[in-house]
């Protein structure tokens, strides 16, 4: 067998091209990379180092060969400890022969300062032994950098709302400290009111009164002369002592109106019968008067002044403006309440204004009178939307509690239920879901005031744990949420419980995303008063409690 020198040469030299050609494309792509490359032996001195590295460590290829280079970019820690190569992740590799991948760092430039890094070390391998190790790092300044700005801004966040919880707290109290003196100031007024009018009341029955029987007994004294009068003198006298007359029931009716002496005398049942004839005289209109047997007994005088004020305004209303034919005032005494309902078959209340008195937007002069009375003893008033008439009941414990926390149950077709959900059921548990802190705060604060529980997330996923971990009874969340939107978390929490109620807020004119089933009510923020959601809730949890 004859071997060609000739051909075994060129294949060689061909080979060789094509090692020296692969070798000068991959120190291409190494010298080119963003990233620092550096190899070193199983001794851990240096063998190459690419450019990238070179800038960022500030030392030549030259001046780092054949030195250690945990000795000269990594022989200490920032705070001046020295590090021992036998501590160092990096070099481990050699003995475990186990990748080090995205370890974060601190390297040592030539001129002594520091620098974080985040690298990766692997074993490098010539004919399956290793032969070192090749390190692959890039600066991690602008990272981690940005990432402490990060968390100062987070802590500056955290500071600025727990300042803003303490001011919200702060201004609560103030507010509900104004308001408790507010309540004291109506009560107040309302109680002046009720002595001015005895007062008044009073004058007219023994000052004006007085003197108009008086003129009666004069001009008795002139029917006697009858006969000694002209014709024209006669008739005038009678006109003028009719006159006299009306002026006195006038002025009786008048001063029983502004305080009704029975209510003192004979008690509020006694009361109610006098004013509600003498009303459905005046007025034309047919009232039905249902009271409870022994209804008197044990009702504090300032109690029973209340309803009949209520009564008295409610009817003067129906007079004013329902058109109705009929009305129907009726008492029912159980233990600890009275329940007081008085209904018409007139034109009703638009559902508009309906809207706006439920509210709170709207509310006339009497209606204010009425809320107030009750607040007083902190009894609640109640206007469904019927669809015939009007209809108001009011209830009021039968102990004073004066100064305690109005409760008003307005605004839904509810039945007849006097009580809340809250009431009825205990404490109910509403779960928020919004990530926006602020609006987080307020919502909780405004629930909490009305007597709900408040369970709190700051994201739909968070949301969902906190609904499968607890108890509860209706969701308010917020369409505009970063990850999960609204809309979505609304499905799932339907899927989970096809009954929840669940209220989603949004930001804009055309709600987003309505769709069937998903979501019971869509509340527009910053146009709807916190009373809207509250009254949302209540009528849902109504609901739910009715099936």
């Known amino acids: 067998m004859q071997i ?101 760092d601190v ?45 100062q801004t987070e802590r500056q966040l955290r500071h600025s709302l727990q300042t803003l919880e303490v001011r919200v707290s702060e201004r609560t109290r103030e507010l509900e400290s104004a308001t408790t003196m507010l309540r004291e100031l109506s009560a107040r007024l309302l109680q002046t009111q009720d002595e ?36 024209i003198g006669r ?16 002025i009786r009716t008048m001063s029983h109106l502004l305080h009704p002496p029975l209510l003192d005398d004979m008690g509020l049942e006694s009361a109610l019968h006098w004013y509600i004839e003498g009303f459905a005289e005046r007025s034309k209109i047919q009232v039905e008067l249902q009271l409870p047997t022994g209804f008197n007994e044990g009702l504090p005088r300032d109690l029973a002044l209340s309803i009949f ?19 129907l005032v009726a008492v029912e005494r159980i233990p600890e309440q009275i329940i007081l309902r008085i209904k018409d078959q007139g034109r009703g209340i638009p559902a508009d204004l309906h809207a706006r008195i439920c509210s709170g937007q709207s509310s006339g002069v009497g209606l204010r ?54 009431s009825q059921m205990g404490a109910a548990t509403i779960l928020c879901i919004d990530d926006e802190a602020v ?28 609904f499968q971990s607890s108890k509860i009874d209706a969701v308010v969340l917020d369409y505009w949420m970063s990850g999960l939107k609204g809309t979505a978390v609304a499905s799932e929490l339907k899927r989970l419980d096809p009954d929840m109620p669940i209220i989603v807020l949004s930001g804009m004119a055309d709600l987003p995303g309505e769709s069937g089933g998903l979501v ?21 949890l109504q609901r739910r409690a009715q099936k």
């Open 309 to 327: 004020r209520i009564v008295q305004e409610s009817l003067t209303n129906i007079h004013r403006h329902s058109g109705s034919p009929t009305a």
């Open 439 to 466: 609006g987080q705060l307020a919502r909780r604060l405004l629930l909490e005031s009305a007597g709900y529980r408040v369970v709190e997330a700051r994201s739909g996923e968070e949301g969902l744990r906190a």
């Open 4 to 104: 060609d020198s000739q051909e075994i040469l060129r294949k060689s030299a061909a080979l060789e091209r094509a090692l020296r050609a692969s070798d000068e494309r991959f120190h291409a792509v190494v010298n080119n990379m963003a990233e620092g490359l550096y190899t070193v032996d199983t001794q851990g001195m240096l063998t190459y180092v690419n450019p990238s590295a070179e800038a960022m460590f500030g030392w030549k290829l030259s001046e780092l060969h054949g030195r250690k280079m945990h000795d000269v970019t990594h022989y200490r820690y920032p705070d001046g400890r020295p590090f021992p190569a036998a501590e160092c992740p990096g070099l481990q590799v050699l003995q475990s022969g186990i990748s080090l991948r995205e370890h974060e």
């Open 369 to 422: 009178g009425i809320r107030e009375r009750l607040r007083h003893f902190g009894g609640r008033l109640y206007i469904p939307q019927e669809q015939k008439g009007t209809e108001i009941v009011a209830i009021l414990p039968t102990v004073s509690s004066t100064g305690t926390k109005e409760e008003t149950i307005e605004g839904h077709e509810a039945g007849r239920a006097a009580e809340s959900p809250t």
């Open 235 to 250: 008739q005038t006298l009678e006109e003028n002592s009719a006159i006299v007359a009306q002026a006195l029931q006038d």
């Open 107 to 151: 390297f040592i430039r030539k001129d002594g300062s520091f620098f974080p890094v985040v690298y990766s070390a692997s074993p490098l391998k010539i004919d399956d032994q290793t032969a070192g190790i090749v390190v692959c790092f890039r600066d991690d300044t602008v990272r981690r950098q940005a990432q402490a700005n990060i968390e």
């Open 196 to 231: 001015e009018r005895r007062r008044i009341a009073r004058e007219l029955h023994d000052g004006v009164g007085q003197l108009l029987v008086a003129l009666s007994m004069s001009f008795s004294k002139f029917g006697r002369e009858e006969n000694n009068l002209t014709p």
């Open 520 to 540: 019971d009510e869509w509340l527009m923020k910053g146009s709807h008063r916190p009373e809207h959601l509250l009254n949302s809730i209540n009528a849902m």
